[in-house]
């Protein structure tokens, strides 16, 4: 079985530019989550998805970052106009409840000049 | 938010047994206790869930007091290969009744030959 598919794996792009980054769950799971990770520290929830619906979008920086889950599957993030703080690793995961395990992709290293 | 408290690092040898404790003084009383590992340049991987007292799998313990307050991740016997990044991750309930979900900061095991 596949798991959490994810791309880019990498980015670089300089700053004010936009970026998107894509996150295809393991078939079957309902729920879809996005965490940003900063060096040397824990992933930080921006988003959850239930099926379509962004049940806890409460960390996600509205003015520049925007989420969708189109038809409950695979996902898109994207920030525009991108900071240079925003530079970090992109993890995408899901799981089939709210609480059941949870399966991240490898993640996208976004770097911004 | 359900806030987690982890050493920042800890050192052990091949063979030993290794307890990492998490503090979470706000869990609510719905949520679990997970545990994540993770590898440098990879997403976090599911160890152990828990919900109240003791729980063992395959490559772990979960130890939880009465109070729930803490945790504490068992692993006997650790290897060279155990060396991680080990996250505790709690829910927290909003106000508005919305869960997040919390990453601790994460704990740096080296195990050593």
């Known amino acids: 079985e596949a798991g959490v598919v994810q791309s880019p794996r990498y980015k670089i792009i300089e700053k004010k530019q936009p970026v998107a980054f894509w996150c295809n769950p393991i078939?079957?799971?309902?729920?879809l989550y996005w965490y940003l990770q900063n060096l040397g520290q824990g992933p930080e929830l921006l988003i959850r998805?239930?099926?379509?619906?962004?049940?806890?979008d409460s960390q996600l920086p509205k003015d520049r970052f925007s989420a969708e889950r189109l038809k409950g599957v695979d996902s898109t993030l994207k920030i525009q106009p991108a900071e240079l703080g925003d530079s970090a690793v992109y993890l995408c995961?899901?799981?089939?409840?709210?609480?059941?395990?949870?399966?991240f992709g490898p993640g996208t290293r976004l770097t911004v000049l | 938010l359900a806030k987690t408290t982890q050493p920042i690092s800890m050192d052990s040898y091949e063979g030993q047994e290794v307890n990492i404790t998490c503090s979470h003084n706000?869990?609510?009383?719905?949520?679990?206790i997970t545990w994540y590992q993770q590898f440098p340049s990879q997403g976090p991987r599911f160890i152990i869930q828990?919900?109240?007292t003791k729980v063992t799998n395959e490559v772990a313990s979960l130890f939880i007091p009465a109070d729930r307050k803490s945790s504490t991740l068992s692993l006997p016997r650790v290897s060279l290969s155990d060396t991680a990044v080990y996250y505790c991750?709690?829910?927290?309930?909003?106000?508005?009744?919305?869960?997040?979900?919390?990453f601790g900061s994460g704990t740096r095991l080296q195990v050593q030959p």
């Open positions: 998805y239930e099926n379509e619906e962004a049940v806890d």
């Open positions: 828990g919900y109240k």
């Open positions: 706000n869990i609510a009383t719905n949520d679990y």
């Open positions: 078939s079957g799971h309902n729920t």
């Open positions: 995961a899901s799981s089939s409840g709210g609480r059941d395990e949870q399966f």
């Open positions: 991750l709690v829910g927290g309930r909003l106000d508005t009744g919305r869960r997040a979900l919390t």
